[in-house]
């Protein structure tokens, strides 16, 4: 590319500038920045910090975005990542069926809970969402257990 001689001299006796470009550090700088989002990505995929159970399945194939609900270890319930108090989850969930279908084109729906949580708190939610007609849950776990 632009390591090759100089075909001539230009007017005066000067060199002629070179036409070509070094893509290479280009290409090596597009690299690092390629590395730095692919590490950096999945840490701002959620906001909410829940410690999740461990799980052998694996991960689910996705088209659309699915609607992330959050329980963190004190209970606290997250749509997204907004706080949503629970005597207003059911009015929520209801607007999401309402706008984005529900049964059979009801959205995908990842219901991610803390470990330490009570089982009854996690089902409260999963009734509500039964109950708005979203059914499509995936429980999200921290992936698969390898000890």
């Known amino acids: ?5 100089v075909q001539g001299r230009g ?10 470009i070094n893509v290479t550090p280009l290409v090596d700088v597009m690299l690092v920045l390629l590395i ?10 959620t906001g909410v910090p829940v410690n999740l159970p461990d799980s052998r399945a694996g991960a689910l194939d996705q088209k659309d975005q699915p609607i992330m609900i959050s329980i963190d270890g004190t209970g606290k ?3 997204d990542d907004q706080e949503v ?4 989850l059911a009015a929520r969930l209801g ?11 009801a959205p995908q729906i990842f ?7 009570d089982y009854g708190r996690v089902m409260r939610v999963m009734g509500e969402l039964n109950r708005a007609g ?7 776990t921290a992936g698969e257990d390898r000890s």
Request: glycine letters at 12%; hydrophobic letters at 50%.
């Open 85 to 88: 108090l629970e005597s207003t």
């Open 134 to 140: 979203l059914n499509k849950v995936a429980l999200v």
């Open 1 to 5: 590319m632009g390591m090759g001689p």
């Open 95 to 105: 607007d999401i069926a309402a706008t984005r279908g529900h049964g059979k084109d």
């Open 111 to 117: 219901l991610r809970a803390d470990r330490g949580l």
């Open 36 to 45: 730095i989002f692919m590490i950096a990505a999945p840490l701002m995929a």
């Open 11 to 20: 007017p005066g006796g000067r060199r002629a500038p070179m036409a070509e």
């Open 77 to 79: 319930v997250f749509l």
